[in-house]
């Protein structure tokens, strides 16, 4: 296993196992992992059992974020097990890495098997002053993967010793905000990634690096499913594991140099736009546009 | 046809929102008519930022249109005739893709917002002619 010099800051679900899959998979080894743990239900969001005893009930809030935020993985795979699983190996084909970086979506996250250095932290979202806290002990220089969405707060990304890497699922500065697959796929007819240190905007940080992706291949089934499930699909499967290959590609092309200090060039900010999470009319457009795109998943040509 | 189904739904909304009590209605009444507000292309983002955002336009806001002054929402005609402002900006030619994208995004935001249980005859009607323009303008 190579040793990463870089820090994951994770919220447990589908993104942060798609690139710790992957990160696995390609023989990374992570120097720390940072678990966040929320200490509200996200699905609720009223605190996870204030009354229990603080061991009892961080074991009992990363069991409640496993189960909510890791729930359409498994039970998709579970539901549509025939089909899902070659799809995910076309995917894996697709863009080029073993199929077995899909399984830590639906098993166990064993922080211990991802990295050198592992934390979890009870956490009352991003503003919650333990983070800045933990980031004031990091050693100087440290590059941290944040995998989550959303707004970080200025005070934990102005902690002088650590530098926030973020993917976004969007060409920047074009496409920045919201659902950026899907409006990548309206507006570009494709998808498309980048790499930035986060500031205090949305999406306005200097950027490391872009790159158009290719289509997913999509399986007949997948398109037979209604447009609400078909999206969950895509966040389940698609939206991650595309972030998590550009960030390979991105590690690969820049091995041996300080994941602090990548070239990276200041963004444009009266260039682009920004956009908040689209409308499911406007949704189901952006799905169909995705079905004429691509071809079918050879998986589901060979089955039919 | 879009534009004679545009001007019928705009001259009906704004007679609407000339009765209503609500301040924000009214401003809306003024982003209708186009010139009608000294400075109606800052608060049509605004109001654009709140229904995209909150998913909400509260009955009235400060001067600036940041602090809502009360939890009660626009009306149905409210809501109507701001997806009309949104699907005219749309609508312009001058306006890159993503612009028009955006705009339309807000309008459909808006249309979610009206009650189901609260349409009358009228509302619905102007919520299908309305629905029937944005459909045509995405495809």
Redesign the interface.
Known sequence: MKRLGLTALVYDGPMARSYLGLLRCSGYRLERIVLMVQARDPGTRRPVAPWLPAKARHYLARRVQDLRMNHWPREYLRQHRAWCEPWLADLARAYGFAPEAYRLLTGRLNLADLAEHQQEILVDGMGDPLLTEWAQRLPPRSPVLFTGGGIVPAALLSVPQCRFIHVHPGVLPDIRGADGLLWSLLLRSRPGMSAFYMNPGLDTGEIIRTQDMALPPLPAEFLALDAATRYRFLYAFVDPMLRAVFLLRLLQETQGQDLFELPSHAQDEARGDTFHFMNPYLREFALERLHALCTPSPAARSAA | MDSHLRTALQGQLSHQLRQSASAVEHDIAGLLAEGGLPDGASRQLRYQRKI??THRIAAAYDGVVGRPLTEQSISGDGYLALALVFMRSAGEASQP???R??W??SA??CL?QIDAQRRDDRVLDQYAALQAL??SA??
């Open positions: 995209d955002i893709a993503a612009a994208l955006r339309i995004n459909f935001n979610d944005m459909r995405v495809t």
